[in-house]
T-cell receptor, first 111, second 115 residues
Framework: EDQVTQSPEALRLQEGESSSLNCSYT??????LFWYRQDPGKGPEFLFT???AGEEKEKERLKATLTKKESFLHITAPKPEDSATYLC????????????FGTGTRLKVLA | DGGITQSPKYLFRKEGQNVTLSCEQN?????MYWYRQDPGQGLRLIYY???????QKGDIAEGYSVSREKKESFPLTVTSAQKNPTAFYLC??????????????FGEGSRLTVL
């Protein structure tokens, strides 16, 4: 069974204090691993797709990396506007396009 | 602009009543999904549909029903059999405009509260 585990559940950072969020996954063949940002009361907003181990993607202060068992979302010099819940999801290659999400990491960046 | 529209945004229901949440997309996407999100939790898959007139149960389908009579529409009915329906419901779609990234496009959600 495909599974996604994210850690930590919550993270508080000072503005400018870099850190990383973890997403561990098990899937029978990876079609893609996805990172989303979600603000309170809103739908998730797409950030990145990673397809194979060793791949990296960057967007402003965010960088996502992928190994065969986990993905990291690195946040460099975060700002208060980066405060949100970050969700990780996987889609496996077996059968239909079924996306499985983790429980997310709630990030709070303090000014 | 293309996107996904969910309605209503807020809904209150008395125990024992069925309610239907609307999801409409104009992205020409084949696949549509319903997720449930509880406070501090991730997204759990209720139902998904890969094509018109076909749908599959997700991980928490009990107490819910769906239909997919049109490509653009995927309504979700929360029945009285759902024991704890108070939650935030998200509709999503996937198709030709997202093939390059594989991403799901999400609506803005519907918050259901059972009184």
């Amino acid at each position: 069974e495909d599974q996604v585990t994210q850690s930590p559940e919550a993270l508080r950072l000072q503005e400018g204090e870099s850190s990383s969020l973890n997403c561990s996954y098990t899937v029978s063949g990876l079609r893609g691993l996805f990172w989303y940002r979600q603000d309170p009361g809103k739908g998730p907003e797409f950030l990145f797709t990673l397809y194979s181990a060793g791949e990296e993607k960057e967007k402003e202060r965010l960088k996502a990396t992928l190994t065969k068992k986990e993905s990291f979302l690195h946040i460099t010099a975060p700002k208060p506007e980066d405060s949100a819940t970050y969700l990780c999801a996987v889609c496996g290659t077996s059968g239909t396009y079924k996306y499985i999400f983790g429980t997310g990491t709630r990030l709070k960046v303090l000014a | 602009d293309g996107g996904i529209t969910q309605s209503p945004k807020y809904l209150f229901r008395k125990e024992g009543q069925n309610v239907t949440l609307s999801c409409e997309q104009n992205l020409n996407h084949d696949a549509m999904y319903w997720y449930r999100q509880d406070p501090g939790q991730g997204l759990r898959l209720i139902y998904y549909s890969q094509i018109v007139n076909d749908f599959q149960k997700g991980d928490i389908a009990e107490g819910y029903s769906v239909s997919r009579e049109k490509k653009e529409s995927f309504p979700l009915t929360v029945t009285s059999a759902q024991k704890n329906p108070t939650a935030f419901y998200l509709c999503a779609s996937f198709g030709e405009t997202s093939v390059n990234t594989g991403e799901l496009f999400f609506g803005e959600g519907s918050r259901l509260t059972v009184l």
